[in-house]
């Protein structure tokens, strides 16, 4: 709950507990990474780094929670590059991703479900253990949905490049993306509205973009702006 729920809590290393005749629980103590000085100079990278992709979409009433929900994908998905090579701990937090711009999975996930709370949009962690993956299942118009901006993001980084196959997608259409590969089936398959499995977001590989108040977007497939 910890890890999942509460994504700036990253300087959290386990819990532990003890058990009172096995009929409640009288103590809970935690083990941190860092002190609290070390999580005082980190959380501060950690909201500034976050703030800056929450920017003109926090409290923006004149865009929707799908639009909310895409911009905030897209700029995650530039912000942070995945970790190739030896992956430090920090990659496995949403701080990796808002102060290190480098993450695995599980930072995305947790990021993502971090943006989406600041701006109103109920999200949970999902993962596969078949797959070794993690992702988001995002509420909209209280309908769940699968998000995964990690599959998103194209390995290695192109500027301005972001991918849209996997962003609301219905479990079936999340499979389609290759989520049940190696026969994974150890995953949320509760989402089941297919409204934006084939949506006009698919066609663009690029950033949407807002500006002022409105939101602009290449159209891949009609080559137009």
């Not at 100079?41 to 865009?63: C, P, Q, R």
């Not at 639009?67 to 992956?87: M, P, Q, V, W």
């Not at 479900?113 to 993962?127: A, F, M, N, Q, T």
């Amino acid at each position: 709950y910890i890890w999942y729920e509460t994504p700036e809590l990253f300087h959290v290393n386990n819990l532990g507990y003890t058990v009172k005749t096995y009929t409640y629980i009288p103590a809970v103590y935690a083990n941190y990474r860092y002190n609290a000085t070390q999580y005082k100079t980190m959380y501060s990278d950690f909201t500034v780094g976050a703030n800056k992709l929450l920017e003109n979409i926090k409290g923006n009433e004149n865009l929707d929670d799908v639009e909310k929900a895409l911009l905030l994908h897209d700029r995650l998905a530039l912000s942070c590059e995945y970790t190739n090579g030896t992956i430090p701990i920090e990659s496995y937090s949403a701080y990796g991703v808002f102060a290190k711009k480098d993450a695995v999975c599980m930072g995305y996930a947790l990021a993502y479900d971090y943006l989406l709370r600041e701006v109103g949009i109920d999200s949970y962690y999902c993962s596969s253990n078949l797959l070794n993956h993690a992702w988001n299942i995002v509420y909209i118009n209280g309908k769940e949905y699968h998000v995964d901006v990690t599959w998103d993001d194209p390995v290695y980084d192109r500027s301005g490049r972001v991918n849209h196959d996997n962003f609301l997608r219905s479990t079936e259409g999340i499979i389609s993306t290759g989520h049940n590969s190696n026969g994974a089936t150890d995953f949320y398959n509760t989402p089941t509205d297919v409204t934006y499995d084939n949506y006009f977001w698919q066609n663009s590989d690029a950033a949407f973009q807002l500006v002022g108040d409105d939101i602009y977007y290449i159209d891949g497939s009609a080559k137009t702006l």
